[in-house]
């Protein structure tokens, strides 16, 4: 994610999770973050929308986007990085990948020739 846009997402990220004890050792070995501890508490994530051109809107629910530790620690992770110290030079503007976790119940189609993508919504 763009550094700009990164620094938004996850300072608005903190805000909204606020009640749940920051893991900043967490973060440094994951190299993730926001990471959060959830143990004993009820788990609400905030939905994460990506707005496209042309006022397409994407929701992505917390529960597709947040990292979960493998073993029942309940330590979860912000898991979308920014691009800024990456030298990343896919595109001549900000990028963004969406990941597969992201991707769960989309049909995503990808138009190269057009230069657009597609979706839409399905239980899959």
Do not use: W
């Amino acid at each position: 994610m763009a550094g700009p846009v990164h620094k938004i997402v996850t300072n608005e990220l903190k805000k909204q999770m606020s009640k749940y004890r920051r893991l900043y050792a967490s973060e440094e070995e994951y190299g993730l973050g926001p990471c959060y501890n959830f143990t004993g508490r009820k788990i609400e994530i905030p939905d994460l929308i990506y707005h496209f051109a042309g006022g397409t809107t994407v929701v992505v629910p917390g529960n597709r986007y947040f990292k979960f530790d493998t073993e029942p620690t309940g330590i979860g992770c912000f898991p979308v990085d920014t691009d800024d110290a990456k030298n990343l030079e896919l595109t001549p503007g900000p990028s963004i990948i969406l990941g597969n976790y992201m991707q769960v119940n989309h049909y995503i189609e990808y138009d190269l020739k057009n230069n657009r993508f597609g979706f839409r919504q399905q239980n899959c």
